[in-house]
């Protein structure tokens, strides 16, 4: 995919825009919890199972709650396909409902493009090749379009 030249690029920690990323340090507060980041609450919402549900959620890091979150030792809620973006949906408003730094760098994008440039992922971002589904970016300007509103 051929995306504009102003697009707005974010993935890792030191990029500009990296508060858009799940592992950017904004909690939520949902379901009477408070979860760290945004991938702590997301990857918790795979399983059926409360006690490994909170075990994500205390994980010290994200990227130990993505750990916690790829296991396959336990199965996947039945209907995780059908309501992983509405969970996704669900935590961005909270985060940038929340924070007003994320907010703010949020809606000085503009119209922009959003684009997750997540090499390894096909569907939250945009691939190695560009052509992914790039939901969470899609979901993110869905968000800003609703905090315009």
């Given amino acids: 995919m051929t995306y504009p030249t102003d697009t707005v690029w974010f993935y890792a920690q030191t990029d500009p825009y990296a508060e858009f990323s799940n592992f950017a340090p904004f909690g939520v507060a949902i379901d009477e919890d408070w979860w760290p ?4 609450f997301f990857q918790a919402q795979k399983f059926s199972d409360a006690a490994y549900r909170q075990k994500i959620r ?4 994200p990227k130990q709650a993505k750990g916690l979150g790829m296991t396959r030792d336990l199965p996947l809620r039945a209907d995780w396909e059908e309501v992983k973006d509405s969970l996704m949906l669900q935590a961005l408003r909270v985060k940038f409902a929340t924070h007003p730094v994320p907010r703010t760098l949020l809606l000085e994008t503009g119209t922009r493009m959003i684009v997750e440039n997540a090499p390894g992922d096909f569907y939250w971002g ?3 090749d ?3 589904l790039n939901r969470l ?3 993110l300007m869905q968000v800003r379009d609703e905090l315009r509103a």
Wanted: aromatic share 0%; charged share 10%; glycine share 24%.
């Fill in 58 to 61: 205390r994980a010290s890091t």
């Fill in 126 to 128: 945009c691939g190695a």
């Fill in 37 to 40: 980041t945004v991938e702590h």
């Fill in 130 to 132: 560009g052509s992914g």
């Fill in 137 to 139: 970016g899609i979901l």
